[in-house]
Structure formats: structure tokens, C-alpha cells
């Protein structure tokens, strides 16, 4: 052994020796018992430095333990990585692997049928299926997701009720008490007598990965929040489930975040999110090379990713893992990624913090300085958050720069309220009211005739009269009346080419 192999292996040994032992945080009794006999085997190989077992109860409770100096070392999701590095400082040293092809991630999907004609852009109201309450894929990204894209509207930070709001019926397993809105279980389906509807474990049938699916293969949801293997598993003959026997991959698809659907092995390109694997956290003193290596050595001496003996599944680390690697840029938020970070930063919501400015979007030159006028009037009396104003070409611009954080606010009409709902995931925050006497915030659109008792006619005579028209694409002088008129079927317009009546 050359010179520089000796010193390294006698630094390895200091650093060893400097940190006598690590302990590892345990979440259950079964998990508790895998960690021992693992300490066992570590033991019985020499391999340094010790690990002893401390019971946390909890992934989060593992996580004050490890910043209060009570616990060394837990593995962790996503979810629990982000709370752990924002909340804690602590940071990811060892990853786990779980595939060649996909290697430290997987991928967050939102799955329909393909003559649903759903787009990410249209899921409100329509009928949805997750894995589990609080649960990655199934419920933190699309959720999370959801809000930061500004497609859900989240009022005073209570996200389930959001939820509640923007599916017409769910199936969340888990979200079965009285914290959560009913329509989170309204779809659930219980065991095959109808008992444990909605409980977060096997006994539902559409509980997990497979059952979200089953949800909507069995045609009681309209999406389903799953990983990217899912469909393949659960079809073309992959499974030897009763229910899934009959079901074609072919006859589904995923939503992408731009508005587009695609094959269910696009997933790649077609997703909600990366989701980063499940990740080995310790405090931001501790030595990451020298858990890594202390694990890499345990692998030949303890099946560390096999949990059927302590009959539980994913002890300690995932059943599904073929390797641990080391992290080199050892921060939660690299880990974890952007398109994660962002689903979680939807969800992370405290609804005491106003922000330290109002981005107003206006469009023409006379909003600009009437915008700027208000900021500096709301300024003088010390109005929070103060008012800053940003310009944009047109009011749907507006609505995208909105929707893109870029902006916050915007004074538009219905039929823009209407298109910033529909196409934008907007909400009306407050109306305009015209009359002191009346807090309707409404107006009424009017047909206006001459009175003439020779020449009388109703609206169901109109074809063939000259009309006249506040302006075109305005409201009560064109979008109300027109749109009357189609739905009774006097205008049936061709192609879409309303100005143009072919009768």
C-alpha cells in the first residue's frame, strides 16, 4: 500500500474512532427489531462505527431527535426530507437506488382514460383518486403541485377543504375523520364487505399505488395520482389481480403539465414531478462518507433491504432497493429537486404571513398611472402589503403572469373572470358593487326594443331585426345575448364563426 492509500485509511480510522457510534432512529417495534439484529451483524463484522437503536415513533420525531442530539441517523421520503432540511437544517448523505433505468428518483403521474378528454388544465370538478392522505405521489405532489401552479385555490390555508372544493367527489384513504371534508371518502370503497371505507391500509381496496388506480379502472374516479409504473403494473396481464385482468395500457393516459396527454410510457417527459428517492438525513456536523461506508459494508454482511422476516414491509430502508450511493451535494433542496421543491412549497402555507407587496397587472397606459396613484395613497397610510404595479399587454397575459407568480392581482369583467377560472385556475378575490343598496355585486344584461304596438315582437322574433351592440366581446351588448341566443338555437353558428349566422 502506497503512502496516500495508508493515510487515507488512517484518516478513515480517526474519523471512525472521533464518532464511537451512530444512532439510528426507528419509527416502529418491527423496524426496532430489524435494527438491532442489523446492529448485531455490524457488531459481529467489526464494522465501525457502532450503531445503536433509539426508538423515535416517528419520522418526525426522528428528525427533533436528530437535531436535539438525542439521534444520529433516520432514512426519509421526500415530504419528510423537505420538513427535515427547512425546518432543521439537517441534510441527505446516502440515497437510495431503486432501478437502473430510474436510478435516485421516480416519477409522480396523473393517469385518465383516453376518451376522457381531461387535461391538467380541466381536472376541477371532476372525480379524483389517491394513494393515501399525505402520501407522495398520491397526494403531496398533485396537490402541492395543484396550488403552485395556481390551479387550486387554497382559502386560509386549510388544503383539504381545497381539495374538498375542486374534485366534485375523492377517494383519499386516510382522510376518514372528522378533520377532513366527507367528499375526500365520498369514492372510497372499503373491503369486500363494504367495512374500513377509507382507511389508510390493504382493507381498502382502492388504498395504495394499485388501488388508486383500481379507482379509476373500475370507473369510480376520473384521475388517478400514481407512479409512473403503475399502469404497466396493474395491465396487460401484469398482475394477477381478478380486477385488472381485462384492463389495456393503451387505454390510458397522462396528463402533462403543459395542457397535453400522453402514451403511459412517456412518463419521462409527461409528469407532475421527479420525486426524489428515500434519503439517509444526519445533522450538518456529521461526517456523510462515513455513514455511507459504514452502510456499504453492512450490505454484504446484513439483508438490509428485506423486511419480510419482521412481517412489515420497508424497515429501515426501501424493499425495493438495489443499492445506496453516496450524495454528493449533501442539501435538501438539491435532493430533492425543483419540480418537487415547488409541489412543496404548494403545500407550505402559514396563513399569519402577509407578503411584503401586491403585484397589481394593468394594462393600459391610464390603469398605469391610476395604479401608481393608488400605491403611493395606500403608502401614505401605511396599507400592507403595498401595492406595486405591473404592466402587461393584455388582461390574459395578466392572468398568466398570475398564474405564474410573476403577479397577483387583476381587475377584470365576467367574461375574463370566466377564462382566469377556466383556462387559469384563477378565483375572484372581490367584486366591484355598483348601488349602495345593493350587495349582489351583480348587473343585469337587458334586450331594448321601441314600444310599438303594430310592429310587436319577443325575443323569439329577432331573426332578421337590425341589432345594435355595446361593442363586440363585451358583455351585456354581445357575449350574454349571443350566448341566449345559441342556446335556444336561433344562431347556430358553423365552425365556431359566431359573428357569422348561417340561418
Known sequence: MNFQGIFYHLCFF???????????????????????????????????????????SSAINCTHMIKNNLADAVTLDGGTIYQAGKEHNLKPVVGEVYDQEIGTSYYAVAVVRKNSFISINSLKGVRSCHT???????????????????????????????VSEYFSASCVPGANNVNYPKSLCQLCKGDAAGLDKCERNSKEQYYDYSGAFRCLAEGAGDVAFVKHSTVSENTDGQTPSSWAQELHSRDFQLLCRDGSTAEVTEWRKCHLAQVPAHAV???????????????????????????????????LFKDITTELVPITNQNYQAWLGDEYMHAMQGLSCDPTRLPESLRWCVVHTEEIWKCSEMAIAFKKKNLKPEIQCVSAK????????????????????????????????????????????????????VALVKRNNSNA?????????????????RMAGWNIPIGVLIKRGFIRPMNCNIPQDPL
Open 132 to 162: 393515501g392522505i399525505n402520501r407522495t405521489v398520491g397526494w403531496n405532489v398533485p396537490v402541492g403541485y395543484l396550488i403552485d401552479s395556481g390551479r387550486m385555490p387554497v382559502m386560509g390555508c386549510n388544503v383539504p377543504k381545497a
Open 14 to 56: 480517526h474519523i471512525a474512532l472521533s464518532l464511537q457510534h451512530v444512532r439510528w432512529c426507528t419509527i416502529s417495534e418491527q423496524e426496532q427489531a430489524k435494527c438491532n439484529d442489523m446492529r448485531a451483524a455490524f457488531t459481529d463484522a467489526n464494522i465501525l462505527p457502532n450503531v445503536l437503536c433509539v426508538s423515535g
Open 394 to 445: 393584455t388582461t390574459e397575459q395578466c392572468m398568466e403572469m398570475i398564474q405564474k407568480k410573476e403577479s397577483d392581482a387583476v381587475s377584470v369583467d365576467g367574461v375574463d373572470i370566466y377564462i382566469a377560472g377556466k383556462m387559469y385556475g384563477l378565483v375572484p378575490a372581490a367584486g366591484e358593487s355598483y348601488s349602495a343598496d345593493d350587495n349582489s355585486n351583480m348587473y343585469y344584461a
Open 457 to 473: 315582437f319577443t325575443i323569439n322574433d329577432l331573426k332578421g331585426k337590425k341589432s345594435c351592440h355595446t361593442g363586440y366581446g
Open 281 to 315: 438525513v444526519v445533522r450538518p456536523d456529521t461526517d456523510g462518507s462515513l455513514i455511507f461506508q459504514m452502510l456499504k459494508q453492512g450490505q454484504q454482511r446484513f439483508q438490509m433491504f428485506d423486511s419480510a422476516a419482521y412481517n412489515a414491509k420497508n424497515l
